[in-house]
């Protein structure tokens, strides 16, 4: 037989096995394709916060646009950390994507070094979803009925007040800090893993008070849970007209603590992907129901495409590092 013969079946398995070492089989998706599987999106938090309502919200967008199928998947752990690690590890190809904020994207890296994550190397943006201003809530039943009250019994308590986080370098924990810093305060911080659970020891008085999402605390508001004491923008928003802002208490001038939402796919995603996601939750198609969605517990609908956004994020790293870095010591 010629040496230089091969079968025609053996040609074509060589073929494929040539093909799969250059990660190319014959049947391989190219980007043009995506989605061709599930879609998971991994929340750091645990269940029940504003941001695992966010990523909801933002799955059922991907799957009206895309026609895909999406997986919200809760990791909750050191401060978010364990699941944006799970997602910046994982393969570039669209199918794993973490939701995130200040506290898993900026913050994480100063205050949990030992998991040697760096989000802004790591991951690349898709998309902000909303922005949210915080909230000063204590419990229903709490003694303080004003922000100024709270105010003057931290400052007259030696071992002052106590207060929960939805875990360390969230924005619930940093934007106390810089009101600590603003009023001179000694405050004690109990971090949680999540914003649920801290909620229930609020509403209980187990803690004084917390520095939550708006949107995550106004169903609690609402039902008489929680008292609102302030909100953390620089005016007051049109929905609590009578709920006045942190800076108008005295001492307290300019303060503002605005946090966001927004979606993440590791670094080196191809661009064609990060464009048909990013698309799909800035589409126009039902964006007024969208909207309406987003925004009825109090957030803010402020879509922005990739570029923008991945400008934006260096912009609130230029802001919220070195908060970080101090309450990291």
């Not at 073929?15 to 599987?37: I, K, M, N, Q, W």
Request: proline letters at 7%; hydrophobic letters at 40%.
């Amino acid at each position: 037989m010629n040496a230089h013969f091969i079968r025609p079946h053996r040609a074509l398995a060589m073929a494929v096995a040539f093909s799969c070492l250059h990660g190319v089989g014959l049947h391989a998706e190219t980007p043009g394709d995506y989605p061709t599987r599930p879609i998971r999106i991994v929340v750091s938090y645990p269940p029940g916060g504003g941001t695992d309502a966010a990523a909801r919200q933002m799955a059922h967008r991907i799957e009206e646009g895309l026609k895909a199928t999406t997986i919200v998947e809760n990791r909750p752990g050191a401060g978010g950390g364990l699941g944006t690690l799970q997602v910046a590890r994982s393969a570039p190809d669209g199918y794993t994507l973490a939701v995130g904020g200040v506290g898993t994207q900026i913050a994480v890296t100063t205050l949990f070094p030992e998991l040697k994550l760096d989000p802004m190397k790591e991951l690349t943006g898709v998309a902000l979803l909303a922005s949210s201003p915080h909230a000063l809530v204590v419990g229903a039943d709490s003694p303080f009925m004003t922000t100024a009250q709270l105010v003057a019994q931290a400052r007259a308590r030696k071992d002052g007040l106590v207060y929960a986080s939805g875990g360390a370098g969230s924005t619930t924990h940093l934007a106390v800090e810089m009101f600590a810093a603003a009023g001179g305060l000694q405050l004690n911080h109990v971090p949680y893993k999540g914003s649920s659970p801290a909620h229930t020891d609020v509403v209980s008085g187990r803690v004084d008070f917390m520095m939550d999402l708006l949107s995550a605390v106004t169903p609690l508001v609402k039902a008489g849970r929680l008292r609102l004491l302030a909100v953390t923008t620089a005016n007051r928003l049109p929905q609590f007209p009578d709920v006045p802002t942190v800076s108008e208490v005295p001492g307290f001038a300019g303060y503002e603590a605005i946090s966001w939402t927004g979606l993440f796919a590791p670094k080196g995603t191809d661009p064609r992907i990060i464009r048909k996601l990013s698309d799909a939750l800035n589409s126009r198609n039902g964006e007024s129901a969208f909207r309406a969605k987003v925004e009825a517990n109090g957030a803010i609908y402020t879509p922005m495409p990739a570029a923008q956004f991945n400008t934006f994020v260096k912009s609130e790293y230029d802001r919220w590092h070195p908060l970080a870095e101090k309450s990291a010591k």
